[in-house]
């Protein structure tokens, strides 16, 4: 086990909601992140059927709401930290490219190039759901032609992460590139 990471005996287990059959066993690792951030990853693991599912909650974070925005020109860049809250909006107005909160949305944790990643699987889930005809095909190619080239450091654009609540943050590789606006109190009503 790592030295950062220190890990909590099972505290807890249940019945697989999958297999019916196993047990569902919890475990808790803390972990400090090199930045000195600490997070807390909550594993859940089936006995019989491997099931697993995890969850990671950080333990220092920014909880005033507002919106962050990272620039993103380089190769860089892309490997600057994102936290995303469940509550959190997350979109790049160059690539037309949203992700709400839904009702089941989690805590993630990853980087620029992450969150690449997964707007190009979601992408390209979409466009082959689509017809072979389908006007939308030439739009959404170029959006993964653009994804390509962002994952590459070569398509300059903006993370947009807007939270309500708090709870997300943007920890930038480049600090001249990364700003916050918070949200007043008024602006909730």
Do not use: H, W
Request: negative net charge; glycine residues 6%.
């Amino acid at each position: 086990m790592s030295k950062r990471a220190e890990k909590n005996e099972v505290n807890y287990s249940f019945k697989c909601p999958i297999c019916k059959e196993g047990k569902i066993e919890i475990s808790k690792v803390t972990y400090d992140v090199p930045d000195g951030d600490k997070i807390l990853i909550i594993k859940f693991e089936c006995n019989v059927c491997n099931y697993s599912n995890n969850d990671i909650i950080p333990l220092t974070t920014n909880f005033a709401p507002g919106i962050m925005k990272l620039k993103v020109t380089n190769e860089d860049d892309l490997k600057s930290k994102i936290y995303r809250s469940p509550i959190g909006s997350l979109e790049i107005p160059e690539l037309e490219l949203v992700v709400n909160p839904g009702l089941r949305a989690d805590f993630y944790y990853t980087n620029v190039e992450g969150i690449l990643f997964r707007f190009e699987n979601a992408v390209s889930i979409y466009r082959k759901n689509l017809e072979k005809d389908d006007a939308q095909i030439e739009e959404i190619d170029k959006i993964l032609q653009n994804l390509v080239k962002a994952l590459k450091g070569e398509l300059k654009f903006t993370l947009v992460i807007t939270d309500t609540g708090g709870g997300s943050y943007i920890i930038p590789n480049d600090k001249s590139k990364y700003s916050f606006e918070k949200f007043e109190p008024e602006e909730f009503n």
